[in-house]
């Protein structure tokens, strides 16, 4: 594959595999390249349809590269400011920063007032499609009335600027009004996803010691009203913190009440006044606190200010989904319950005056053509999800999609995991037409917003990789000594800019703030992501996961996402999770756990076979698994995230650690029963 340039490859509207990489180099453990180089080859650049018409151009990288700040000053110039900032970076603090030092805004009134003050009332912001079949449109005039309701609310309550609210709901327009109506008052709120426990939530009420507590009587989940109120009962449960708990009748279900403490949404917010004028906040104050997803450790309560997160959420929004506020009706997937719902469902769509559906169920509720069926009736034109769910949606297998008109689809995104290859183009394929630029975005609880991803109209993307850093952000791929890498090379992804969306800290513990982020490359003044990543021959940057998951076996370092990849790319398998294993022989050893497509007869031991000489071929035979195990389900975090920590405590016969963000604890006892 020498020489090959990756525009030469691509012939029409169609990619094809550059003559020159049809002879694929024969592969020992020397050279270890993997799976992924063969779609290094593979280029999908914009149609000039796009180009035409694309938000981004040219000139935003060359502004970001002139003066950066100077950028990041200009695209703060999107949102509405009470004072104008006097200073666009303080970094003298390090590692925490100070952006727009001096500006103070309102978020709220950033998302809702003014696009009402600019004579948009009247277009709908949220579609909300409920999982039982209702739906509702709230324009921007009515989410700005329910917002200043449930402000008043709060402020009744005797909740004033600072103090914090935990957020226990399920995917209806009272949580984004709830969230609103915190970010309007400067109360910070804690959205804890309504599928985990009473415990997860109880520790994360006590961590910010939140004084109201916003929660359902229960939520929708596969046609049964599922009880939630009383998760919260048993939480809130002597929290010497908590006053009230505010509770929204979704269900109708019976639930226990405590006089005093409980409140029902439309005994109060309802009848509450829909004037209230908003006060601007220091661009400083903190709009919210979110645990991470746990998929490493422990959850950390992840810091987050206003007006750098605003303008970064903002401007990501605009720019990475080509959004055109009117015309584009947008959907993004996350629940609010992780960063991608607060950042790509609440804030930044918001603050760009979007229309968007919000959709209360799972995908497959009352059956698997749900998200088709939605995207018809709406006519969404951006859908961003999770390579999960794209995983889950070949596994239905194409009749599904192919039953519906998507032709209303003009751009998809992918966030949360590295998405394979195969999944990639069968994404592209199949929900975009063969058409659909694909952003594949790269980022983190901490880091608030997009940070690495293609811009559409502008990149010719290949499928797998991330790309590139946006305009203003800048990243690094290096060494254990801080020396970047050139291409091929596996190393460490670091920011070595501070940005405006970046995190100020974990919450009651900056040690664990600076020692997770910052102690790695402390001379260097680098956050350190986690991830490890590459650089290929044309500069494109491919993210290869956590550097946890990392393997080595016999002194090679193997990423679990390229044995994914070439496990998914079998037609046997749905999706496979990859792990090392302590191994008396080799250091590591490579244990994977596969879900196979539905109808696949062939399950034995031949497949078994055939899935190691596959890994073998597309990678090395120094990458062939020593286990592979065929099981029901895979471990996620509600979020989407496989846990390949509790599937290396199975892999090597220990104790479960933390499962408190898992989806379903039960998923290991029928992988414990394949895993012999
Ligand atoms: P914890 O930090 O508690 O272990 P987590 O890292 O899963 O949890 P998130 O902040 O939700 O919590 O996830 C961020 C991580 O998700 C990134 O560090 C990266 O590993 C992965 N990720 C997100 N988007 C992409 C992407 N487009 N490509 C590859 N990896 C991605
Ligand atoms: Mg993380």
Known sequence: AAGCNGAMSVTGDYPHRCPNCLDRPERGPATMTSAAQDHEQQVYPPSPEFVA???????????????????????????????????????????????????????????????????????VAIHFEGEPGDSRALTYNDLLAEVCKAANTFTDLGLVAGDRVAIYMPMIPEAIVAMLACARLGLTHSVVFAGFSSHALRSRIDDAQAKL??????????????????????????????????????????????????????????????????????????????????????????????????????????????????RDVYWCTADIGWVTGHSYIVYGPLSNGATQVVYEGTPNSPNEHRHFEIIEKYGVSIYYTAPTLIRTFMKWGRDIPDAHDLSSIRLLGSVGEPINPEAWRWFREVIGAGQAPIVDTWWQTETGAIMISPLPGITATKPGSAMAPLPGISAKIVDDNAVPLGAGGNGYLVLDQPWPSMLRGIWGDMDRYKDTYWSRYAEEGWYFAGDGARYDEDGALWVLGRVDDVMNVSGHRISTSEVESALVGHPAVAEAAVVGAADETTGQGIVAFVILREGVTNTGDQLITELRNQVSTEISPIAKPRQISIVPELPKTRSGKIMRRLLRDVAEGRELGDTSTLVDPKVFEAIRAQGK
Request: proline share 4%; net charge negative; hydrophobic share 40%.
């Open 53 to 123: 018409t694309a938000n981004a151009g040219p000139e935003l990288q060359a502004a970001a590269d002139a003066d950066r700040l100077g950028f990041w000053a200009t695209q703060a110039q999107r949102l509405d400011w009470a004072t104008e900032w006097s200073e666009v970076l303080d970094w003298s603090d390090a590692p925490v920063a100070k952006w727009f030092v001096g500006g103070q805004l309102n978020v709220a009134y950033n998302c809702v007032d003014r696009h009402v003050l600019a004579g948009n009332g009247d277009r």
């Open 213 to 326: 507590v916003v929660t359902v009587d229960g939520q929708w989940r596969r046609g049964q009203a599922a009880p939630l109120k009383p998760a919260a009962d048993e939480a809130v449960a002597d929290a010497a913190s908590v006053q009230h708990v505010l509770v929204v009748k979704r269900t109708g279900i019976d639930v226990d009440w405590t006089e005093g403490r409980d409140l029902w949404w439309h005994e109060t917010v309802d009848k509450a006044s829909a004037e209230h004028e908003a006060q601007p906040f220091d661009a400083e104050h903190p709009l919210f606190i979110l645990y991470t997803s746990g998929t490493t450790g422990k959850p950390k309560g992840i810091i987050h200010t206003s007006g750098g997160y605003l303008t970064q959420a903002s401007y990501t929004h605009h720019y990475v989904f080509d959004h055109k506020p009117g």
